[in-house]
């Protein structure tokens, strides 16, 4: 991939698959799969610890058209759509700070929204002793969570009122279409978790749910109460 496909400035052509290749070698040794393994007519010999899996499984791969040789390396071909997510891990880099800074400690909406996605479910009541210029109601509202917010300053109260009146937040479609209860939560996208296990053992594919993407209705817009 060129520098602009990766970054997203160029769009991948029609057809091509992002792949990687990963070598399947075992965690420690494994002596069990110590064996060599023809490939189109080669012979890839074995690693030093054994191959990560069966040879039965190995060739499983092979009929999926999951392998790949790279120099004398016998390879996994694991296609980027078998699991295009990436975990939040405990260092958060994207959070330096508001992008919009408009009260002097005003926190970034990222990590407040984290927080509440973490910790709680749609309809549920977010308290904010400390409004500032009133982010925490912000993100709260805009992911369908009921709030309370205070503060002892007049215009830091001002501020958070501005934010939120003049803004619109997305509907989400809801899990409960028949009687609108937000509490049943939202429909979330879903994506399929395919692993070197579920290919070779034949085991049904794991489906993920996207609790930080919920289906939007575009046909509607909300706005907040006074």
Not at 16 to 35: D, M, T, V
Not at 112 to 124: E, H, K, N, S
Not at 195 to 214: F, G, R
Request: aromatic share 10%.
């Amino acid at each position: 991939m060129t520098d602009e496909e990766i970054s997203g400035y160029v769009e991948i052509p029609n057809g091509a698959k992002i792949l990687r290749l990963k070598h399947p070698a075992p965690i420690g040794k494994n002596e069990k799969n110590i064996y060599d393994y023809i490939f189109e007519g080669k012979i890839y010999k074995s690693p030093l610890n054994g191959w990560g899996i069966e040879k039965n499984k190995m060739d499983k791969l092979v009929k999926l058209k999951r392998v790949q040789p790279k120099g004398n390396i016998l390879n996994y071909i694991l296609f980027y759509n078998d699991f295009p997510i990436t975990k939040v891990t405990n260092p958060w880099n994207d959070t330096v700070g508001s992008q919009d800074k408009r009260y002097i400690v005003q926190t970034g909406d990222i990590p407040i929204q984290r927080c509440i996605l973490m910790t709680t479910d749609p309809g549920d009541l977010v308290l904010d002793p400390t409004c500032g210029s009133g982010t925490t109601a912000f993100v709260a509202e805009q992911w369908g969570r009921r709030w309370i917010t205070i503060d002892t300053s007049r215009i830091a109260l001002n501020i958070a009122k501005t934010n939120l009146l003049t803004a619109s937040f997305p509907y989400y479609n809801l899990y409960d279409e028949s009687s609108d209860d937000i509490r049943q939560g939202f429909i979330y996208k879903k994506v399929n978790h395919i692993t070197l296990e579920s290919l070779t053992n034949a085991e049904p594919i794991e489906e993920k749910t996207l609790y930080d993407q919920p289906e939007i209705d575009k046909k509607k817009l909300r706005v907040s109460g006074p």
